[in-house]
T-cell receptor, first 115, second 114 residues
Framework: AQSVTQLGSHVSVSEGALVLLRCNYS??????LFWYVQYPNQGLQLLLK??????LVKGINGFEAEFKKSETSFHLTKPSAHMSDAAEYFC?????????????FGQGTRLTINP | GAVVSQHPSRVICKSGTSVKIECRSL??????MFWYRQFPKQSLMLMAT?????????EQGVEKDKFLINHASLTLSTLTVTSAHPEDSSFYIC??????????FGQGTRLTVV
């Protein structure tokens, strides 16, 4: 079985500061890992995904995440926050052999950017 | 990227009536689609897996007679909330699987039952 824990339901950073959103996963089989962003009253947009290739994954909008098997983590970072980054972020896991099927989502982290 | 369109984006219905939500993959064929439910300030909970040409697979605790899913074509899945009640009010999101490995999400439907 798979599960995802996102540490911190709400993160607030200043514009231009580093963004760090934490995600730890549990999986009995090699996982696919994803980060999605959700703007108010909208669906989810894929930021990036880990599919067992490079452990450092670069995504859209300047975000990147590093897969650390020893720490069972897949934290999302962005060097410099922009006001438009304010949104809800979800980490998700799926068994490697299932691709993006049967995604299990974390609880979400609301990112607020202070001017 | 691929486009998944969900309709309507917002619907208000009276208690006891049924509501149909459509999920369309506009530029690819999807044999598998997923339906999620999201409560305010919470994560997405998978309700069911919709398979083209066969019965949907429901997650534990989801009433299949209340949430009817039909996946009649490779580009359309529908979710019908039957005899809706206020506790069914929620944000419903679909996703369509492209190539078996990439999921693309619709914009979501906010259902309010009054």
């Amino acid at each position: 079985a798979q599960s995802v824990t996102q540490l911190g339901s709400h993160v607030s950073v200043s514009e231009g500061a580093l963004v760090l959103l934490r995600c730890n996963y549990s999986s009995s089989v090699p996982p696919y890992l994803f980060w999605y962003v959700q703007y108010p009253n909208q669906g989810l947009q894929l930021l990036l995904k880990y599919t067992s290739a490079a452990t450092l994954v670069k995504g859209i909008n300047g975000f990147e995440a590093e897969f650390k098997k020893s720490e069972t983590s897949f934290h999302l970072t962005k060097p410099s926050a922009h006001m438009s980054d304010a949104a809800e972020y979800f980490c998700a896991v799926s068994p490697l052999f299932q691709g993006a099927q049967k995604l299990v989502f974390g609880q979400g982290t609301r990112l607020t950017i202070n001017p | 990227g691929a486009v998944v369109s969900q309709h309507p984006s917002r619907v208000i219905c009276k208690s006891g009536t049924s509501v149909k939500i459509e999920c369309r993959s506009l530029d690819f064929q999807a044999t598998t689609m997923f339906w999620y439910r999201q409560f305010p300030k919470q994560s997405l909970m998978l309700m069911a897996t919709s398979n083209e040409g066969s019965k949907a697979t429901y997650e534990q605790g989801v009433e299949k007679d209340k949430f009817l899913i039909n996946h009649a074509s490779l580009t359309l899945s529908t979710l019908t909330v039957t005899s809706a009640h206020p506790e069914d009010s929620s944000f419903y999101i679909c996703s369509a699987l492209r190539g078996g490995t990439e999921a693309f999400f619709g914009q979501g439907t906010r259902l309010t039952v009054v």
